[in-house]
């Protein structure tokens, strides 16, 4: 078993910026891939980021050049900065890691991005 917690979320004004946290405790050996999603009111769930054992990331075009993921081993901590938000952005926000093919997620953490 994987337990995944953000952190992090909260109200931001437009052109702001906040860093996600997922934690993840338990059976982490061999996690292949973590992830954020987010899920905005009456939508799906859509992928936002991506980062692979090897340090291998992808975007979703609405996020690149404004969002970052990296992940610091040590604390087995994975980080999602958010910058020159946007009202768009608001949702709930998801960490996911896939181990064999099994997803885990968290609860979610909310971001609203409102004046």
């Known amino acids: 078993q994987v337990q995944l917690v953000e952190s992090g979320g909260g109200l931001v004004q437009p052109g702001g910026s906040l860093r996600l946290s997922c934690a993840a405790s338990?059976?982490?050996?061999?996690?292949?891939?973590t992830g954020w999603y987010r899920q905005a009111p009456g939508k799906q769930r859509v992928l936002v980021a991506t980062?692979?054992?090897?340090?291998?990331?992808t975007y979703a075009d609405s996020v690149k050049d404004r969002f970052t993921i990296s992940r610091d081993t040590a604390k087995n901590t994975v980080y999602l900065q958010m910058n020159s938000l946007k009202p768009e952005d608001t949702a709930v926000y998801y960490c996911q890691a896939n181990k064999f093919g099994f997803d885990y997620w968290g609860q979610g953490t909310q971001v609203t991005v409102s004046s």
């Open positions: 980062i692979t054992s090897s340090g291998s990331t």
């Open positions: 338990g059976s982490i050996s061999r996690i292949n891939r």
